[in-house]
């Protein structure tokens, strides 16, 4: 076990109709007129924003609106968000949607108060030092910012998609956890996001560290709550109490509270990373098709923590660490078929992937070797891209 | 699940050395004068004290001593740190020690701003809306205190031992866990304080609520990672990994996510208060002999959670739920057996136990009948603690 520093001071408000705190918590967070960041415009046709609204305005909070953030969200959002929230004097944010409205809003928040280009943050030139308060209202389980200090956005200047990671300066004052917000998701969407959890958690959890149990343990039992409830909610979209248990594994999927104590891996993401970059897929979905590809090529290259997910999380029970690392990708395989997501790249709609650019791309951003759990050199990265044909 | 609100803004920072921090991290938390509240002499001993201080004078924060706080903390040394730190103006607390001397500088911080008697707060005539920021160098994992918002004082006049359990009023703001420092804990008392982290966990795992199986994962798995580092513990207590895994589960085991989202229980913890208060008898010496027999109880009462917490934690496999919950406490009973504690009440030094006494009292503090899980009627009760002679 690593030393560690966790600090994640966000106030959880988890169940029905907390929206209906949303004007409260902006008071509590210490705002008064703040910059409400929206997506696509489901909050808008759902009634939720008019609900969220109506919370305000009963508590005397002032907003302003920044609408139809997309996936993926660009720098271009974010500085229009600054020069608004700038020129209207906003005390705080909420962010009303999935990660990418988060991530937007955290970014902003970065942004205001800061003299230079919020993009020095991203760019890793400066330290988010200040920030405006930032509450959210969750819509999507998937990103897990609603409880992180990250925030994922692309430059369209290069089309670079980079990843910040704070401590807790980014991280939310407050989320709003309400999961019958989540019934109407499309199933598509629902299955990606839980790839997306179990990923956060997964990439904690092939460490190099040795010894810490209790981080594994919890790391394992998040991922057996998803495996147990995941299939309820495909099959039961307004399942009430799958949507809860599944919200809320999301949101501690990427606290903080599923790595204390060791180093962190993120290979899949970056090789999923270039995936949607050259090619424009889901993040959740491509991620079902990179875990279990790095896992396999793990099986025979340091199989033990593969094998101990395996028996502690599928049950199995073999003796050798390879064979059971290889059965443990077949029952992960075999998990996401039936939440329907993709488990190729042809499936993931790549026909022709072009394996030396993404091979290229991943080195020249990650550097060579990289891979905290095993390090990669390209012709390793070949490989594992290979193992997703 | 059930609706739940959780906000846990306890900075830790973990690992060797890191009360070397301590100065620090009382600036951050906006203190230049605190009182520093110890136990029984160990840290001045250890050289703990001395550490601590120099880190503190190094970041020029002045400091007063209220030492000598024992376990079981009455009111008494609370009244004398309130007029202690007013008089001097303190702005803040650093408790160095266990559970007693983190719940003793929780009520000064929480009865010096207040007007009142302190003692409204634990006797419910008042609510703590404020309190002087607490920080902790946690020297025995065990109570939880450095992680929750729970502080217990014991009244003398009357004797009157209470919980109070804030929100977050009463959380830290930080917590230094150094897993070294534990290092030179007796063995009795290192196997009490994993008892008490247990019954930590398993208070709020048995619950009448359903389908929280997040909740309960995180759960079962740190009583597995206590089940599994325990007695590496108690063989070389030297073990570095081994005590920091089980310092980080006792933290995990009571800052509440273990909890969330479902009713509590905390019956035990009223049938061994009772003990406690009429025998002396050490706090997680008791748990480790009253949670066997109330689980004996619910075998035959209500055996479903008992059952799922065999299988899932123990690994047994019969199908039969009142037989496994009777196997399940065979396997907790060896396994606090292996650590050396009481497994009944003439074991803890209680040969001529008056269970009629133990059944009224409990009643008259708890109300007729008591338990979220299974509620209890006196006649029950007495047949719980029957079952552990």
């Not at 600090?7 to 967070?29: I, S």
């Not at 200090?149 to 369209?156: D, E, F, K, Q, Y």
């Not at 443990?328 to 998990?335: C, E, G, I, P, Q």
């Not at 790549?350 to 030396?356: G, Q």
Request: glycine content about 10%; some cysteine.
């Amino acid at each position: 076990m690593d030393n560690f520093n966790y600090y994640a001071p966000t106030k959880y408000v988890f169940g029905r109709d907390t929206e209906a705190q949303a004007g409260q918590l902006t008071r509590w967070m210490g705002c008064r007129k703040i910059l409400l960041v929206l997506g696509g415009g489901s909050a808008r046709c759902s009634g939720l924003l008019d609900r969220v609204a109506a919370a305000l305005q009963a508590e005397g909070v002032e907003y302003l609106l920044l609408e139809g953030i997309k996936p993926n969200p660009t720098d271009d959002r974010v500085y229009e968000g600054i020069d608004l929230g700038r020129r209207e004097k906003i005390d705080g944010l909420l962010a009303v949607g999935g990660g990418s409205v988060i991530d937007t809003a955290k970014a902003i928040a970065a942004g205001i108060p800061y003299d230079g280009d919020f993009w020095d943050f991203w760019a890793g030139k400066a330290v988010v030092e200040k920030a405006l308060p930032v509450g959210v209202v969750l819509t999507i389980p998937a990103a897990g910012s609603e409880g992180s200090g990250n925030s994922v956005i692309t430059r369209l200047d290069g089309m670079h998609k980079i990843s910040l990671r704070t401590d807790s300066a980014l991280r939310p004052k407050f989320a709003i956890l309400n999961p019958a917000l989540t019934f109407t998701l499309p199933a598509a969407q629902t299955a990606a996001g839980i790839a997306d959890m179990m990923a956060h958690i997964m990439e904690r959890y092939f460490s190099p560290t040795q010894e810490v149990e209790t981080t594994d343990r919890i790391a394992e039992g998040l991922l057996m709550a998803i495996i147990e409830e995941a299939p309820k909610v495909m099959a039961d979209p307004e399942n009430y109490q799958a949507r809860a248990n599944i919200m809320w594994a999301g949101t501690m999927a990427h606290n903080g509270v599923a790595g204390c104590g060791r180093r962190e891996d993120w290979t899949s993401h970056g090789l999923e990373h270039e995936l949607s970059a050259l090619y424009g897929v889901t993040h959740g979905a491509g991620l079902a098709v990179v875990f279990p590809a790095w896992m396999t090529f793990m099986a025979s290259h340091r199989p033990e923590k593969v094998a101990q997910l395996g028996r502690r999380v599928f049950g199995l029970t073999g003796k050798d660490d390879s064979a059971v690392a290889l059965q443990t990708v077949d029952s992960l395989r075999a998990f996401f078929g039936k939440l329907g997501l993709p488990l190729t790249l042809s499936q993931l709609g790549i026909e022709n992937p072009d394996i030396a650019l993404l091979t290229a791309k991943f080195h020249e951003d990650k550097g060579t070797p990289f891979g905290p759990y095993f390090p990669l050199q390209p012709v390793d990265t070949a490989a594992v891209y290979r193992l997703m044909l």
